[in-house]
T-cell receptor, first 114, second 113 residues
Framework: SQTIHQWPATLVQPVGSPLSLECTVE??????LYWYRQAAGRGLQLLFY??????ISSEVPQNLSASRPQDRQFILSSKKLLLSDSGFYLC?????????????FGEGSRLTVL | DAKTTQPNSMESNEEEPVHLPCNHS???????IHWYRQLPSQGPEYVIH???SNVNNRMASLAIAEDRKSSTLILHRATLRDAAVYYC??????????????FGQGTELSVKP
């Protein structure tokens, strides 16, 4: 079976510090990978998606970046965090080439920037 | 992506059916209708999806209007564990590189014992 792991689960970072959130998927190959952010309240904002190693598409311009160094690894980074980067970050994966299929979400990383 | 409109919140009583509406008047022929739900402090989970015909699974039923401009997610017997935010999402199967899901604000369902 497939699983998705995301860490760390929670973190508190000062403004201007760097960020690295990691997501890995097990039990499948060539997945589509996604990073979402949920600020206070509802609504998930798609930040990045990737259809393959080294292939990153950005949905929203910001001071965050994403990388996919391996097929089942997706990393969200920032060089200098802003207060507005606080939120609940979710990684997800989906079957490549199956746009009717479901997306599977990780348990999320809650980031507080002080 | 075509947009969806959902009520901000709904209430239900435990063990009663719940009908969660979604309007999508600008839906295209290649848009699938997806429903996800998100429990507090968790990632969203898939509920159901469909194209034209009504769909049933162990979690819920999806009723799609004949003109496809609206749909309804039906929970047959609400439980306290069904309290969540429910998202209705249109997902283009053809022109959607990467199979993205674009979430709206959803409907917050509360279930009273």
């Amino acid at each position: 079976s497939q699983t998705i792991h995301q860490w760390p689960a929670t973190l508190v970072q000062p403004v201007g510090s760097p960020l690295s959130l990691e997501c890995t998927v097990e039990g499948t190959s060539n997945p589509n990978l996604y990073w979402y952010r949920q600020a206070a309240g509802r609504g998930l904002q798609l930040l990045f998606y990737s259809v393959g190693i080294g292939q990153i598409s950005s949905e929203v311009p910001q001071n965050l970046s994403a990388s996919r160094p391996q097929d089942r690894q997706f990393i969200l980074s920032s060089k200098k965090l802003l207060l507005s980067d606080s939120g609940f970050y979710l990684c997800a994966w989906g079957w490549r080439g199956r746009n009717t299929g479901e997306l599977f979400f990780g348990e999320g990383s809650r980031l507080t920037v002080l | 992506d075509a947009k969806t409109t959902q009520p901000n919140s709904m209430e239900s009583n435990e063990e009663e059916p719940v009908h969660l509406p979604c309007n999508h008047s600008t839906i295209s022929g290649t848009d699938y209708i997806h429903w996800y739900r998100q429990l507090p402090s968790q990632g969203p989970e898939y509920v159901i999806h469909g194209l034209t015909s009504n769909v049933n699974n162990r979690m819920a039923s999806l009723a799609i209007a004949e003109d496809r401009k609206s749909s309804t997610l039906i929970l047959h017997r609400a439980t306290l564990r069904d309290a969540a935010v429910y998202y209705c999402i249109l997902r283009d199967v053809i022109g959607n590189q990467g199979g993205k899901l674009i979430f709206g604000q959803g409907t917050e369902l509360s279930v009273k014992p």
